[in-house]
């Protein structure tokens, strides 16, 4: 009797998912999980990388008829303009910009660790260095940076909510109370038309996504709305004084040009500079710990890499394709559509499985091994077409820089214990990593 394919609950959970993966790619292209209405997998990476490419047909939005509050969730010409907007963020001089406190930060959080023999690198050495990119792009103050990491899990959470089947939502009365505390908050930080409409968004984000609101999404929500408070109160004071960096760019396309017109709302870019804590903290944090747990476990590549520099960038890109920060990303078909043969209504959700397709060995030869003589691996962990990342630079600059630093100051590093996978579906990446190291 044939096994039953995977669930994406156990793939969510499955520390080394890739065999399942794999029977997906060979047993069911498009795959229709148990217990998921209307939802299918696509895993090959043809099939994967031509739905991200076609906006048109396959929308970021998941409910029909209604403008997303994320950039990241809109198409065509809502999505363009944003985009415009936020790509100001990620220019070359931007990025270069940006480069020495990302090695400043990298080298002396690197070094604490060192000075005490170790540690939990996640949040002392991953997360330290995205956050204190982010934090320049958005003049956030040293004091408030750790509250970065938490936003970018509340976003999470919210607007980027994976339904599971049978979630149950907070109790009605539950609901209300924070609701009604969180328009007090914001209404008094932001006044009641901007602080009204940007609550409606952030309460309404889950529900898009077809989620339940949760007791965890209802925390999600309370800090989201600490976040844009705040950030907004950065904004007004920016507006009075500024200070010559990116987030200032971002504060004149709201402003009315000759015609009139702004470029981009005060709760686009408010909304939009959330979007870049789980854009540019998040996922630059899960890519820096999974190349750090692939060098523990694998002594001759830490070795090796030591001999030879030149190769760190090779790693690091094969640190993204092998194991995607983003494991799958959502689409929405806005025409009935046939795939292998099946067909996909209207409106169904698609699943795309970017952590199959980067390991898909029509693909890629020896798909499941690293190698440092790969070349361009045109991987899809930044996604393709419209919805390209525009990060995709900047966390590779991290990661390289990053990865450099680490080599070049330990002569060892040895995980303590056995990570544990995030729970967070569709992305893939460990809560702590524990390590012993040595000093170079």
């Given at each position: 009797?044939t096994?039953?394919l995977p669930?994406?609950?156990e793939?969510a959970?499955?520390?080394?998912?890739?065999?399942?993966?794999?029977?997906?790619?060979?047993?069911?292209?498009i795959y229709?999980?148990?217990?998921?209405?209307?939802?299918?997998?696509?895993?090959?990476?043809?099939?994967?990388?031509?739905?991200?490419?076609?906006?048109?047909?396959f929308?970021s939005?998941?409910?029909?008829n209604v403008?997303p509050a994320?950039?990241v969730?809109?198409?065509?010409e809502?999505?363009?303009?944003l985009r415009r907007?936020m790509?100001?963020?990620?220019t070359?001089?931007a990025?270069?910009v940006?480069?020495?406190?990302?090695?400043r930060?990298?080298?002396?959080?690197?070094?604490?660790?060192?000075?005490r023999?170790?540690?939990?690198?996640?949040?002392?050495?991953?997360q330290?260095?995205p956050v204190?990119?982010?934090?320049?792009?958005?003049?956030?103050?040293?004091?408030?940076?750790?509250?970065?990491?938490r936003?970018?899990?509340d976003?999470?959470?919210?607007f980027?909510?994976?339904?599971?089947p049978?979630?149950?939502a907070?109790?009605?009365?539950?609901?209300?109370?924070?609701?009604a505390?969180?328009a007090?908050r914001?209404?008094?930080a932001?006044?009641?038309?901007?602080g009204?409409?940007?609550?409606?968004?952030?309460?309404?984000?889950?529900?898009?996504?077809?989620a339940?609101?949760t007791?965890?999404?209802?925390d999600?929500?309370r800090?989201?709305?600490?976040?844009?408070?705040?950030l907004?109160g950065?904004?007004r004071?920016?507006?009075?004084?500024?200070?010559?960096?990116v987030l200032?760019m971002?504060?004149e396309?709201?402003e009315?040009?000759?015609?009139?017109v702004?470029q981009?709302?005060?709760v686009?870019?408010?909304?939009?500079?959330?979007?870049l804590?789980v854009?540019?903290?998040?996922?630059?944090?899960t890519f820096?710990?999974?190349?750090?747990?692939?060098?523990?476990e694998?002594?001759?590549?830490?070795?090796e890499?030591?001999?030879?520099?030149d190769?760190i960038d090779?790693?690091a890109?094969e640190v993204?394709r092998l194991?995607?920060?983003?494991q799958w990303?959502d689409?929405?078909?806005t025409?009935a559509v046939?795939?292998?043969?099946?067909t996909i209504?209207?409106?169904a959700?698609?699943k795309?499985?970017?952590?199959?397709a980067?390991?898909?060995p029509?693909?890629?030869e020896?798909?499941?091994?690293?190698r440092?003589d790969?070349?361009?691996?045109?991987d899809?962990?930044?996604?393709?077409?419209p919805?390209?990342c525009?990060g995709?630079?900047?966390a590779?600059?991290?990661?390289?820089?990053?990865?450099?630093?680490?080599?070049?100051?330990?002569?060892?590093?040895?995980?303590?214990?056995r990570?544990?996978?995030?729970?967070?579906p569709?992305t893939?990446?460990?809560?702590?990593?524990r390590?012993?190291?040595?000093?170079?």
């Amino acid at each position: 009797m044939t096994n039953p394919l995977p669930t994406l609950e156990e793939l969510a959970r499955e520390e080394e998912p890739w065999a399942g993966y794999a029977r997906l790619r060979d047993e069911a292209p498009i795959y229709r999980p148990p217990a998921w209405d209307r939802t299918f997998v696509l895993s090959r990476y043809d099939d994967v990388r031509a739905v991200l490419a076609d906006s048109v047909t396959f929308s970021s939005s998941m409910s029909p008829n209604v403008t997303p509050a994320m950039m990241v969730h809109r198409d065509g010409e809502p999505h363009d303009r944003l985009r415009r907007v936020m790509a100001a963020a990620f220019t070359p001089r931007a990025i270069e910009v940006l480069a020495p406190g990302i090695e400043r930060v990298a080298a002396s959080s690197l070094d604490a660790l060192i000075e005490r023999g170790g540690g939990d690198l996640v949040p002392a050495w991953c997360q330290a260095i995205p956050v204190s990119a982010i934090a320049e792009i958005l003049s956030v103050p040293p004091e408030r940076q750790p509250d970065l990491r938490r936003w970018a899990l509340d976003l999470l959470s919210v607007f980027f909510a994976q339904p599971e089947p049978g979630e149950q939502a907070a109790p009605f009365g539950r609901r209300t109370w924070v609701q009604a505390e969180c328009a007090v908050r914001i209404c008094a930080a932001m006044g009641p038309r901007l602080g009204g409409e940007l609550l409606g968004l952030i309460f309404r984000g889950a529900k898009q996504r077809g989620a339940a609101l949760t007791p965890r999404r209802l925390d999600g929500c309370r800090g989201l709305v600490e976040f844009v408070a705040f950030l907004n109160g950065i904004v007004r004071q920016q507006r009075r004084a500024p200070r010559g960096n990116v987030l200032d760019m971002l504060i004149e396309a709201m402003e009315p040009g000759e015609d009139g017109v702004s470029q981009a709302s005060e709760v686009e870019i408010l909304l939009q500079g959330l979007a870049l804590i789980v854009a540019g903290v998040d996922t630059t944090a899960t890519f820096l710990g999974n190349g750090v747990r692939v060098l523990c476990e694998r002594p001759e590549l830490y070795a090796e890499l030591r001999a030879n520099p030149d190769s760190i960038d090779a790693f690091a890109s094969e640190v993204l394709r092998l194991w995607s920060p983003v494991q799958w990303t959502d689409r929405r078909a806005t025409r009935a559509v046939e795939i292998h043969g099946q067909t996909i209504p209207t409106n169904a959700q698609l699943k795309l499985f970017i952590g199959a397709a980067n390991r898909d060995p029509d693909q890629y030869e020896a798909a499941d091994e690293l190698r440092l003589d790969r070349g361009e691996t045109g991987d899809l962990s930044f996604a393709v077409g419209p919805h390209a990342c525009i990060g995709r630079n900047l966390a590779l600059l991290e990661g390289r820089r990053a990865f450099r630093i680490l080599l070049a100051r330990t002569s060892g590093i040895h995980l303590e214990e056995r990570p544990q996978r995030t729970l967070h579906p569709g992305t893939y990446g460990f809560e702590e990593l524990r390590v012993k190291l040595e000093r170079a």
